[in-house]
Nanobody, 124 residues
Framework: QVRLAESGGGLVQAGSSLRLSCAAS????????MGWFRQAPEKERDFVAS????????RYADPVKGRFTISRDNAKNTVYLQMNSLKPEDTAVYYC?????????????????WGQGAQVTVSS
């Protein structure tokens, strides 16, 4: 069983940057895409970004394109989400997830392991 642990969340002002990390432990063997999702208060969980196993292919939700960057370090079993130019509407709990396969996906059903989430709050 793989365990995912997010870190790096916090309270920042609009225009600031944060970097989230997601460290995998346990059964980390195999090749998997990874993704980030977020859930704002009283809203459904939405796709944010995904990266394939090699790191050569990434996919972003429209609201974060040009501001967020997903990356991974397979040697460290860690995936990152660099968030720049943060806006109040980025406020949410951010979850990392491991995909069932090697390709990126925007669908929650494509992921089989989830972290507990990291709170990101952006003040105006």
């Amino acid at each position: 069983q793989v365990r995912l642990a997010e870190s790096g969340g916090g309270l920042v002002q609009a225009g600031s940057s944060l970097r989230l990390s997601c460290a995998a432990s346990g059964r980390t063997s195999g090749t998997y895409a990874m993704g980030w999702f977020r859930q704002a208060p009283e809203k459904e969980r939405d796709f944010v970004a995904s990266i394939n196993w090699s790191g050569g292919t990434t996919r972003y939700a429209d609201p974060v394109k040009g501001r967020f960057t997903i990356s991974r370090d397979n040697a460290k079993n860690t995936v990152y989400l660099q968030m720049n130019s943060l806006k109040p509407e980025d406020t949410a709990v951010y979850y990392c997830a491991r995909a069932l396969g090697v390709a990126t996906s925007v669908y929650e059903s494509a992921y089989d392991a989830w972290g507990q989430g990291a709170q990101v709050t952006v003040s105006s």
